[in-house]
């Protein structure tokens, strides 16, 4: 079965960075887009960015660009999401998911000092 799964949330100072991870199973990761979402409570899911399977370039959020970088490695069929210049306001829980509306269980990226 389909099998997303994120990693690499935690706490981090404002300004710090963080790299997440989601690694897939159960399906063929090179057919398929992949993309991060993030949800703060009480407020709807945001697409953060999407990694093309082609050679589309990659997509972001105006409230990310510059300081996200979304990466995919095909030999191990995970994506990153590297995040630079970490704000408060990028405190949420953080998913991906395929281009086939997977979802992954989600991690918390929490931005304090």
């Known amino acids: 079965q389909v099998q997303l799964v994120e990693s690499g949330g935690g706490l981090v100072q404002p300004g710090g960075s963080l790299r997440l991870s989601c690694a897939a199973s159960?399906?063929?990761?090179?057919?398929?887009?992949m993309s991060w979402y993030r949800q703060v409570p009480g407020k709807e899911r945001e697409l953060v960015g999407t990694?093309?399977?082609?050679?589309?370039?990659?997509r972001y959020a105006t409230s990310v660009k510059g300081r996200f970088t979304i990466s995919r490695d095909n030999s191990k069929n995970t994506v990153y999401l590297h995040m630079n210049s970490l704000k408060p306001e990028d405190t949420a829980v953080y998913y991906c998911?395929?281009?086939?509306?997977?979802w992954g269980q989600g991690t918390q990226v929490t931005v304090s000092s």
């Open positions: 159960g399906f063929t990761f090179t057919r398929y887009a």
């Open positions: 998911r395929n281009g086939a509306g997977y």
């Open positions: 990694i093309f399977n082609t050679y589309m370039p990659t």
